[in-house]
């Protein structure tokens, strides 16, 4: 008897095994035998067709057409970028934060940039914060996974969404995801005290259901992202505050560093554009211009 052929979405894999999830439930799935001979890859989020033979085996006969793909973390047709960042506990790291951005305005996913640990900071940095990156055109939130603040909100902002949940190490991510469902029950490690660095508690990729229909991909925690695969010429455009105003630069290629009549540097001179954002394109810049040094030299 020929099995019925359904579709559904890859959440988790081990090895070669594929966790697939359609309204019947999880299947476990291993790849048709043709497809790792052609080295075929699947990742976490991906939208696969499948047989799912006795005692829940399956064998996954497809992969439909991806709208997009991450590289780090592997995955898979998603929708948003949650950048959890915090203040204190770890302090926060603008560079790698603004970093995340450009990262996630090169693969056009929405952002939203969630400030955690809300209780422990003070109100006035968390405003200056917040007012700086609302004002450089992006969604902000102020939360607190431990004492609850907003997580409502938050969930109203995932409802029908794939989501990654981005940032480093130590600023809660696992812990709003516990808060969003809780019996979940994620690992949570304190930030170290010795380096004021949080310690990765996530070790695999997955999609985790929060409610609302909304998936989130909590990701294992990271320290830098390469951005070989910005062009330099491209690079303000992942920048919306200096995007906007870049229409006004004497010329087209404008890079925004000496050139005469750069709407971008006249803005930052004058104090519209905030310096830290600034500075960190400038050195976005030239790490994109070493890169490019030295993949045709």
Avoid at 70 to 88: G, H, I
Avoid at 242 to 255: E, N, V
Wanted: some cysteine; proline content about 5%; aromatic content about 6%.
């Amino acid at each position: 008897m020929l099995l019925a052929e359904r579709t559904g979405r890859v959440i988790r894999s081990f090895s070669d095994v594929y966790e697939v999830q359609d309204a019947g439930g999880i299947v476990s799935c291993r790849l048709r035998g043709r497809f790792r001979k052609e080295l075929v890859t699947v990742l976490t989020g991906d939208r696969v067709r499948f047989v799912a033979g006795p005692a829940d085996a399956g064998i996954i006969t497809g992969v439909l057409p991806r709208r997009n793909q991450l590289v780090r973390p592997p995955v898979a047709n998603v929708d948003q970028v949650v950048v959890v960042a915090t203040l204190v506990e770890p302090p926060l790291d603008p560079v790698l934060l603004d970093r995340l951005l450009v990262v996630a305005s090169r693969q056009e996913l929405d952002v939203l940039i969630c400030l955690n640990k809300l209780d422990l900071c003070e109100s006035a940095d968390a405003r200056a914060f917040l007012d700086l990156y609302a004002g450089a055109g992006y969604r902000v939130l102020a939360i607190s996974a431990r004492t609850g603040l907003h997580l409502d909100e938050l969930s109203a902002r995932l409802a029908g969404r794939i989501s990654v949940m981005a940032g480093p190490s130590g600023v809660g991510k696992s812990s709003l995801i516990n808060g969003l469902r809780p019996g979940l029950q994620l690992r949570v490690e304190r930030v170290s005290r010795a380096g004021g660095r949080g310690r990765h508690t996530t070790r695999r990729v997955e999609l985790l259901e929060v409610g609302n229909q909304a998936w989130v991909v909590d990701t294992p925690g990271f320290s830098r992202l390469d951005l070989d695969s910005v062009p330099k010429v491209e690079l303000a455009e992942h920048f919306p505050d200096m995007a906007r105003l870049k229409a006004g630069c004497r010329f087209r290629d404008c890079l925004h560093r000496q050139e005469p009549d750069c709407a971008v540097r006249a803005a930052f001179e004058q104090g519209s554009l905030a310096p830290g954002r600034y500075w960190n394109y400038l050195a976005f810049l030239a790490e994109i211009e070493e890169l490019e040094r030295r993949r045709y030299s």
